[in-house]
């Protein structure tokens, strides 16, 4: 399909394991955020990439948090020992940066610590 | 720092009814856009409705409408002739241009439509 994809949908990790999330935006978008969903909640911005220029790391809640993308392809998020306080939805969005910057939205990623 | 609040978590409208879903936004910047976004039960978000610090008009698409009222920094949604698919979470959010492109979000209000 032509839309926003992420891997797994589901993941299930013992806490102090590292995840690595995976995220294929939508050919073309030179722009890609990742954003947490914690049950119930809002999503909180973690980290927005925008073409070659420097990411905007600000919302990343620790520095157990990282995030890579090559060029404009696809996003890896990856969370080193995870505690219980990560389980959340993991959702990944790509933009084209025109003047409305509509955010198309992924189906998410299901981090469960357990 | 921008902040958006949706203070109502839980609301319920008669199928065929218009509802307004409520949105206030905080932002310092004069350039900045409100989105707003349906999160069904199944988890996808939706993008539904844009609506721009200079636009002179309120947003329209379809049967959503953005009531926006600068003055009282208010964007609210109003879903005309409510149809039972338009029960789930919906978002507000807010982008400030003049900084940087994150949404920053609300808390969601969770609709359901009855018959």
């Known amino acids: 399909g032509a839309g926003v994809s992420q891997s797994p949908s589901n993941k299930v990790t013992e806490k102090g394991k590292d995840v690595e999330l995976r995220c294929d935006p939508i050919s073309g978008h030179t722009a890609l955020y990742w954003y947490r969903q914690r049950l119930g909640q809002g999503l909180e911005f973690l980290i927005y990439?925008?073409?070659?220029?420097?990411?905007?790391k600000s919302g990343l809640p620790s520095d157990r948090f990282s995030a890579e993308r090559t060029g404009e392809s696809v996003s890896t998020l990856t969370i080193q020992r995870t505690q219980q306080e990560d389980s959340a939805v993991y959702l990944c969005?790509?933009?084209?940066?025109?003047?409305?910057?509509?955010?198309?939205f992924g189906p998410g990623t299901r981090l469960t610590v357990t | 720092a921008q902040k958006i609040t949706q203070t109502q978590p839980g609301m319920f409208v008669q199928e065929k009814e218009a509802v307004t879903l409520d949105c206030t936004y905080d932002?310092?910047?004069?350039?900045?856009?409100l989105f707003w976004y349906k999160q069904p039960s199944s988890g996808e978000m939706i993008f539904l409705i844009y609506q721009g610090s200079y636009d002179q008009q309120n947003a329209t698409e379809g049967r959503y409408s953005l009531n926006f009222q600068k003055a009282r920094k208010s964007a609210n949604l109003v879903i005309s002739a409510s149809q039972l698919g338009d029960s789930a979470m919906y978002f507000c959010a807010m982008r400030d241009y003049e900084s940087t492109d994150k949404l920053i979000f609300g808390t969601g209000t969770r609709l359901q439509v009855f018959p």
């Open positions: 932002t310092s910047d004069p350039s900045y856009g």
């Open positions: 990439f925008q073409g070659n220029s420097a990411p905007d």
């Open positions: 969005a790509s933009s084209t940066g025109q003047p409305t910057y509509e955010q198309y």
